[in-house]
């Protein structure tokens, strides 16, 4: 073909997608597809619902604007026992599985004889239904048939009414989650920690760096990244914590241990009030996305900072 | 300043050994280059001594102090890694004070030792930076700043060139040579590029297999490596081998192949004659050949045919066929215009001329 034959001033029209573009699209489809009926949906029935008089006595879903939030926010309950119960819960659930995820991780990267089996036993919680864990560890603490209060009396100690008290009941939740929760954060660890490159380690050594030094200005610092998607992805989920204290405690005694998700359930499921337990969820949903924007902004910058 | 000894050492990991019987002493001040190709047990061989590997036989001692159970931070030694292994998250400043803050010295005593350190690096403009923000070059530079701050005994370098592209490289080797002027610290430099070995050892060792196939000064290895590998390993294009037939009588050899036969007189005779109806193999390098036309009396001349010419613009290699074996010839004037298939006339200096056993690969001698 001579270059004459050819239009260079009027190159065909690109089309809107290309048959990469249309390729992509129909693989995604399915997945896109159930995300928006079984997620996207639920999620507008349910924002839909909190807006209206929602509940079985009432058929006629009747518009009501913001009167559910408002119920919910000026509730003392939820702004003084459930908000703070959530976030300390949080906190506290995912800074001790952290911390102690971090040491198992430490040990099990070390070479000693047994590891392997160190290691599976170590991540046994993690292969525990959370149900079946938290059933078990409230028998563990039941006042009366408890092993616990069993060895405190064996030892001269007063047995406690664990369940029966807000901060032991409270306590007796974070032990399950984080004896739950620690393992994953170990296994993730121990797989950042592995694929740390070992010449800084070696650097280090020779650089006359003791044990302290290098955990505090090696390892830690070049864990970072890993820690800080570890925290965002655990911060939220234990923010949404609803079987183990809903298994441990039922939110009791007197609604004092309940989260979010148990103060949603309850107002949806056992009032039988859809559009306040919608309405509650709705401004759980609102707070996790401001405080994990906030959490991995912040932690972002942590992690930054040791690239 | 120390003296490095290194007396029967060997690494096994289990039934594998890496490397055996390591005999070697390095003088004070000396810089020694470890050379050999990849996992001839250099690398090894090195960490040992740094402490980074343990000694699985002998004895290693570092300025007259046996260091097989010392751990790294007590030899007084500091080592350049091939990927410089620098802290990611700290400052080159901080980088270099590392070392200096883990043995607790006084912060003044600190900035003193990294002043002196940047201005012999030239990386002062550096100090508040990250690593990931210099090139491959100021990284190195840092490395080697790292070790000069601790002002150790020995200094290791294990491949520190490796990861520099090749004009970067030439450079940096130019600055090591410089730096080593200035401050003349017992060194050894691992590496697997002959050209780095040739230019900074005042010794080099030639390794293979784990084991070592010798110790000499970069001429010595040039002009009388010990066995075949040696000779194919240093230089550059490599040595050209022919296996040769040894033919004598009382005056003289012959040795022979298919398309050549030289005879020698004298010493070179009296090493072949004991070989006399055997194979050896026959070495020469490309700069060694010379071209038709060399007045030189006293040459061995072989006929080839030329096959292929390589123009590199300061000279020519050529590659010329003698029987069924390819002979490269190097240092041929570039101007030179030869026609494939030329029928050329090569001659050799016998000094110039080393004989191999066919079998162990040892040099033949008298």
Aim: proline share 5%; charged share 20%; glycine share 8%.
């Amino acid at each position: 073909m001579t270059l004459s034959a050819i239009d260079l001033d009027h190159p065909p029209k690109r089309r809107l997608f290309g048959e990469r573009q249309r390729f992509m699209l129909l693989l995604i489809a399915p997945a896109a597809a159930a995300l928006a009926f079984f997620q996207i949906l639920p999620i507008m029935t349910g924002a839909n619902a909190s807006f209206r008089d929602w509940s079985l006595h009432d058929p006629q879903m009747t518009w009501v604007g913001f009167k559910h939030y408002v119920y919910v926010l000026t509730d003392a309950g939820f702004v003084w026992t459930v908000m703070p119960n959530t976030i300390f819960f949080m906190v506290i659930s995912v800074a001790c599985s952290l911390v102690f995820g971090l040491a198992l991780a430490l040990l099990l990267n070390r070479n000693f004889p047994g590891r392997a089996v160190v290691q599976t036993i170590l991540l046994l919680p993690l292969m525990v239904a959370p149900v079946v864990a938290a059933i078990m560890i409230r028998w563990m603490f039941n006042d009366q048939f408890g092993i616990v209060n069993v060895v405190l009396e064996l030892v001269g100690l007063p047995g406690q009414p664990w369940l029966a008290q807000r901060w032991t009941a409270f306590s007796v939740i974070l032990f399950a989650d984080i004896w739950l929760w620690t393992p994953w954060f170990a296994l993730l660890l121990l797989a950042g920690l592995q694929s740390l490159p070992r010449e800084p380690f070696e650097a280090a050594a020779i650089d006359g760096a003791s044990h302290w030094r290098v955990f505090r200005y090696l390892t830690v610092p070049m864990l970072r990244p890993v820690m800080v998607v570890c925290i965002v992805i655990r911060a939220i989920d234990a923010f949404r914590t609803f079987d183990i204290v809903w298994t441990i405690s039922q939110g009791g005694p007197a609604r004092s241990t309940e989260l979010f998700s148990i103060y949603a359930y309850i107002e949806a499921f056992q009032a039988m009030n859809f559009a306040r337990g919608s309405a509650a969820a709705m401004i759980g949903a609102a707070v996790i996305v401001v405080l994990a924007m906030i959490i991995f902004r912040v932690l972002n910058r942590w992690a930054e900072v040791s690239k | 300043m120390a003296e490095v000894i290194l007396k029967n050492v060997g690494k096994s990991y289990g039934t594998v050994v890496a490397v055996r019987d390591v005999n070697l002493t390095i003088a004070d001040e000396e810089f020694v280059v470890l050379v050999g190709p990849s996992g001839c047990g250099k690398s090894t061989t090195l960490r040992m001594v740094a402490g980074l590997e343990e000694i699985t036989a002998g004895v290693i001692a570092i300025g007259g102090k046996v260091v097989n159970e010392l751990p790294p931070k007590d030899r007084d030694i500091a080592m350049v890694f091939q990927n410089y292994a620098l802290y990611q998250h700290m400052t080159v400043r901080d980088n270099l004070a590392f070392g200096l803050r883990n043995r607790k010295v006084p912060e003044a005593e600190i900035d003193k030792q990294i002043a002196y350190a940047v201005k012999m690096l030239g990386i002062e403009p550096l100090l508040e930076r990250r690593p990931r923000q210099l090139s491959g070059g100021q990284q190195q530079r840092v490395a080697l700043g790292r070790c000069l701050v601790r002002n150790p005994k020995v200094f290791l370098f294990d491949e520190p060139l490796s990861n520099l592209d090749a004009q970067l490289r030439s450079q940096m080797r130019l600055e090591l040579k410089e730096l080593r002027k200035r401050v003349p610290t017992t060194s050894i430099y691992v590496t697997h590029d002959q050209v780095e070995a040739m230019t900074l050892g005042d010794r080099i060792v030639v390794m293979k297999d784990g084991l070592v196939q010798q110790v000499g000064s970069p001429l010595d290895l040039y002009r009388r490596p010990a066995n075949r590998f040696v000779a194919g390993f240093i230089g550059s294009p490599a040595m050209n081998f022919i296996d040769v037939k040894v033919d004598a009588t009382d005056t003289q050899a012959t040795v022979a192949a298919d398309g050549l036969s030289l005879s020698f007189t004298g010493q070179k005779a009296a090493t072949l004659r004991a070989h006399a109806g055997k194979t050896v193999v026959m070495g020469v390098r490309p700069q060694h050949l010379l071209l038709d036309g060399a007045d030189a009396s006293g040459l061995v001349r072989f006929a080839a045919r030329l096959s292929t010419s390589e123009q590199l613009g300061d000279q020519q290699l050529l590659d010329l066929r003698v029987g069924g074996t390819v002979v490269r010839v190097s240092g041929i004037d570039p101007s030179l215009t030869l026609a494939e298939g030329t029928e050329l006339k090569l001659g050799a200096v016998p000094d110039n001329v080393h004989f191999f056993d066919a079998e162990g690969g040892q040099v033949l001698t008298t």
